[in-house]
């Protein structure tokens, strides 16, 4: 089997408290847009099928904008 007929599933970490940051960085604006939008982007750009983003109980407002993106809030 080729890797082109693989299936890329990409998994992206948002779960973690941001003490530093203050704010889940996943939810940063960068250029209008949240940087977990610009995240998605680049995994699609990159030939990625599928990606489940894993959330925190405490950034569950990412949920809507990862499913929005046709992600996988888990």
Do not use: N, Q, Y
Not at 25 to 37: N, P, S
Not at 51 to 56: C, K, Q, S
Not at 57 to 67: K, T
């Amino acid at each position: 089997m080729c890797i082109r007929d693989s299936m890329i599933i990409a998994v992206i970490p948002a779960a973690g408290m941001s003490r530093r940051m203050g704010t889940p960085k996943l939810a940063l604006d960068v250029g209008g847009r949240m940087l977990i939008e610009h995240v998605v982007a680049v995994l699609r750009e990159g030939g990625v099928s599928a990606t489940v983003v894993v959330l925190g109980p405490h950034v569950a407002f990412l949920a809507e904008p990862a499913r929005a993106a046709s992600l996988r809030a888990a």
